[in-house]
């Protein structure tokens, strides 16, 4: 009795010790990790990376003058990173707008280590749940040296960290949205996204130059929120637009019974 005591005071010991004392160390993700918005400002569009043939293209070149969802992940990544790529293929699935069409995607690699083949393995993977017919020009899968990687998450304000040990990045999660010029136009957080907000963020970053009129009516409704990454309702300007449109009906309304009215009385002349 007295060893079956010891032996479960011991285990008890065991399942109460911490994580790390029992060899699995849970580390919370680092300070300089994160993601600081820089709406409005411009990316270098000269930076040179690899595309997944091994062919050097600048930034800009690979956006192709079009509004652009940029993605930065590490293409070895087993965790957070196919959790992104998988959410915003999904996303975009569900939009009619065509990538390669009315939109760019592209995708960079935070690891100066990776390799154009990494890059073309992880495009041939994320197509083949996009099967759009301009998908294959539509969707950039680059690499780069550490200079252009750095200027280029400065310039969007993605903070990461390199683990040596772990062999590992630590990264935050999101979207950002460019405009054909290379500017900042929105961020999206997380591994989940709205195709509402970000069909709307493509038709803001390209100057509404894209869309359907429902889209222009949606964007007098909701507005982008900086902290949350979403479009959320704007109760006053729907209930302007509401405004509008009901003295627009009035207005109409009042025409035709004038002219109806005025019909009536001419017709009334006509017959004395």
């Given at each position: 009795?007295?060893?079956?005591?010891?032996?479960?005071?011991?285990?008890?010991?065991?399942?109460?010790?911490?994580?790390?004392?029992?060899?699995?160390?849970?580390?919370?993700?680092?300070?300089?990790?994160?993601?600081?918005?820089?709406?409005?400002?411009?990316?270098?569009?000269?930076?040179?990376?690899?595309?997944?043939?091994?062919?050097?293209v600048?930034?800009?070149?690979?956006?192709?003058?079009?509004?652009?969802?940029?993605?930065l992940?590490?293409?070895k990544?087993t965790?957070?990173c196919?959790?992104?790529?998988d959410?915003?293929?999904?996303?975009?699935?569900?939009?009619?707008?065509?990538?390669?069409?009315?939109?760019?995607?592209?995708v960079?690699?935070?690891?100066?280590?990776?390799?154009?083949?990494?890059?073309?393995?992880?495009?041939?993977?994320?197509?083949?749940?996009?099967?759009?017919?301009?998908?294959?020009?539509g969707?950039?899968?680059?690499?780069?040296?550490?200079?252009?990687?750095?200027?280029?998450?400065?310039?969007?304000?993605?903070?990461y960290?390199?683990?040596a040990?772990?062999?590992?990045?630590?990264?935050?999660?999101?979207?950002?949205?460019?405009?054909?010029?290379?500017k900042?136009?929105?961020?999206f957080?997380?591994?989940?996204?709205?195709?509402?907000?970000?069909?709307?963020?493509?038709?803001?970053a390209?100057?509404e130059?894209?869309?359907?009129p429902?889209?222009?009516?949606?964007?007098?409704?909701?507005h982008?929120?900086?902290?949350?990454?979403?479009?959320?309702?704007?109760?006053?300007?729907?209930?302007?637009?509401?405004?509008?449109?009901?003295?627009?009906?009035?207005?109409?309304?009042?025409?035709i019974?004038?002219?109806?009215?005025?019909?009536?009385?001419?017709?009334?002349?006509?017959?004395?």
């Amino acid at each position: 009795m007295k060893g079956c005591a010891l032996a479960i005071a011991a285990l008890l010991l065991v399942a109460l010790a911490p994580a790390g004392a029992r060899g699995h160390t849970q580390q919370a993700p680092p300070a300089d990790v994160g993601i600081d918005q820089h709406l409005g400002a411009a990316v270098p569009l000269d930076l040179p990376f690899r595309n997944e043939m091994g062919e050097t293209v600048t930034l800009g070149a690979a956006m192709q003058a079009k509004p652009t969802v940029l993605a930065l992940v590490y293409y070895k990544c087993t965790m957070l990173c196919p959790l992104l790529l998988d959410g915003m293929v999904r996303a975009l699935k569900a939009m009619s707008f065509d990538a390669g069409r009315e939109f760019e995607v592209v995708v960079v690699s935070i690891n100066p280590r990776e390799t154009p083949l990494l890059a073309a393995m992880k495009k041939q993977e994320t197509l083949s749940r996009y099967p759009r017919r301009h998908a294959e020009q539509g969707w950039a899968f680059l690499t780069g040296e550490e200079a252009s990687i750095r200027a280029l998450t400065g310039a969007v304000g993605f903070r990461y960290s390199y683990d040596a040990k772990a062999d590992e990045y630590a990264h935050p999660a999101g979207l950002v949205l460019l405009t054909p010029g290379g500017k900042v136009a929105r961020y999206f957080y997380g591994i989940e996204f709205s195709p509402r907000d970000l069909r709307l963020g493509l038709v803001e970053a390209a100057d509404e130059r894209i869309g359907s009129p429902v889209d222009q009516v949606l964007l007098l409704c909701y507005h982008y929120d900086p902290l949350t990454g979403k479009y959320g309702f704007a109760i006053m300007s729907a209930l302007r637009l509401a405004g509008a449109v009901t003295v627009l009906c009035l207005g109409v309304f009042m025409v035709i019974m004038f002219r109806r009215e005025r019909g009536s009385r001419d017709a009334s002349a006509g017959r004395t």
